[in-house]
């Protein structure tokens, strides 16, 4: 028995390091350790060893067993790298300089929000910034947006399960479930509950909403939003900084104009239009940008103002939405496909 362990495990020594592919390797395989193969073969003769030898030629097979599995394990590890190295190609050279040196650019959804805050910078808005998961007081109650609104739907919204904890996010209201923000919004409340007016802010930031993806429409997208709080502060107020926004980005033969709507957290409330047949690949006289109006007085007594003294506008737009008319492009998908033939043209 010793000898034909010996004899096999030779064979297989001289075999195994030769074969250089998976069927092949199988095909060896199953000739040695298969249902029928020689070690299984050898393995089935100790029903005829008598009694007293049977624990030397066990133990004997056990290692002739394991010497060959190792055998077998190497052989396979050596085709395994081979196919790697196949698919992988020829070996690269990580010290060589790469083939596209150019330097990098800014984003353009990153143009446009730096762009933004720099207009709004220069009439004294300051940038304020928040989480992006939020718990439904900041999202939603401070914002006078009942239980039963369509936004708070699962359908709309993001949330996450009830057992999820953010160390970092207070719950304003007990049993309140955490959620990705629909709007940054959620930063007006948290910075007026921080202190008292006057406050003029502007809020960019990512934010999340159960949209089915398309040209036009996105799960995850960016806003920006603007709070201004003072005394005896207007509509005419909100339309003449609209006017110089607009009229700073897109060139001054743009013009806004507002048409009647509902927010749940400004009264009144308006649509935003701008003229736009001047700007690439916009055919239309009129184009809707975003929403605005004057802050509801529920949502001044929800952060402790007084809405007898203090008054405010709020408004906010999408950057993507900005993006694609400022530079005429007509996917939103665009913005986040990484693809450097799109983003090279915003060197």
């Known amino acids: 028995m010793q000898d034909q362990l010996t004899a096999l495990l030779a064979k297989a020594a001289a075999e195994l390091p030769a074969i250089a592919s998976r069927p092949d390797f199988e095909s060896a395989k199953a000739r040695y350790v298969g249902p029928n193969g020689e070690l299984t073969a050898l393995m089935k003769q100790m029903g005829t060893v008598p009694k007293e030898q049977r624990p030397a030629v066990g133990k004997l097979i056990n290692e002739a067993k394991g010497r060959l599995q190792a055998q077998l394990d190497a052989a396979l590890a050596r085709i395994a790298d081979a196919e ?6 020829p070996p690269v050279d990580a010290s060589l300089p790469a083939t596209d040196a150019g330097p990098g650019t800014r984003h353009p959804l990153t143009q446009v929000r730096e762009e933004m805050c720099r207009i709004l910078r ?17 999202c939603f109650d401070a914002l006078n947006t009942p239980i039963d609104h369509p936004a708070r739907d699962e359908k709309d919204t993001f949330y996450f399960p009830t057992t999820a904890r953010f160390g970092n996010i207070s719950k304003k209201v007990a049993g309140e479930k955490y959620l ?51 005394r005896n502060v207007t509509v005419r107020d909100l339309k003449a900084l609209l006017d110089y926004i607009f009229a700073s980005l897109l060139g001054p033969e ?11 957290y400004t009264e009144p409330s308006f ?48 950057l993507e939405r900005l993006a694609m008319l400022l530079y005429g492009i007509d996917d939103i998908r665009y913005f986040y496909q990484n693809d450097l033939r799109f983003l090279k043209q915003f060197a």
């Open 84 to 89: 790697l190295a196949a698919q992988l190609g």
């Open 122 to 138: 220069k009439v004294g808005f300051a940038v304020a910034d928040g989480p992006e998961v939020e718990s439904e007081y900041y």
């Open 180 to 230: 990705l923000r629909t709007h940054t919004s959620s930063v007006q409340i948290r910075t007026m509950l921080k202190g008292p007016p006057p406050i003029r802010i502007v809020s960019p930031g990512r934010v999340y909403r159960r949209d089915t993806t398309d040209a036009t429409h996105s799960a995850n997208f960016h806003q920006l939003e603007c709070l201004y709080v003072d």
């Open 254 to 264: 743009t013009k806004t104009r507002f048409r009647p709507h509902y927010f749940g």
């Open 271 to 318: 649509e935003v239009d701008l003229t736009a047949s001047h700007l690439p690949k916009v055919n239309k006289p009129w184009i809707e940008i975003g929403g605005c109006g004057m802050v509801d007085p529920s949502v001044f007594e929800a952060v402790g103002y007084d809405p007898e003294i203090w008054t405010g506008y709020a408004f906010g737009m999408g």
